[in-house]
């Protein structure tokens, strides 16, 4: 069974960065989609960044093109989210999900998702 840890939130002001990690067991990294996605109070979850397989694929929701990274460190299991320029409307738990599947592109859509991580709280003060 594949288990996602996440860690790195915190609070940091507007303007600031944190680094999100998501640690993959059960399962090597180099066989799994991997997301991640943000839910702040009261709204959905939505879609942040995904990226496939081979890393070879990455697609951003708008609103963090630019701002924010996804990478993956298949020898260490685990999958990043550099966030940069950060503002109050990025305040949400952020949650890495999974899906071990072979895809050309990598999957935004809440649903394409197997699993997911507890999340952490980003928080950003303005």
């Known amino acids: 069974q594949v288990q996602l840890v996440e860690s790195g939130g915190g609070l940091v002001q507007a303007g600031g960065s944190l680094k999100l990690s998501c640690l993959v067991s059960g399962r090597t990294l180099n066989v799994l989609g991997m997301g991640w996605f943000r839910q702040a109070p009261g709204k959905e979850r939505e879609f942040v960044a995904c990226v496939n397989w081979n890393g070879a694929s990455t697609s951003y929701a708008d609103s963090v093109k630019g701002r924010f990274t996804i990478s993956r460190d298949d020898a260490k299991n685990t999958m990043y989210l550099q966030m940069n320029s950060l503002k109050p409307g990025d305040t949400a738990v952020y949650y890495c999900?999974?899906?071990?599947?072979?895809?050309?592109?990598?999957?935004?859509?809440?649903?394409?998702?197997?699993?997911w991580g507890q999340g952490t709280q980003v928080t950003v003060s303005s």
């Open positions: 999900g999974q899906r071990p599947l072979y895809a050309a592109d990598c999957f935004r859509a809440l649903g394409d998702y197997d699993s």
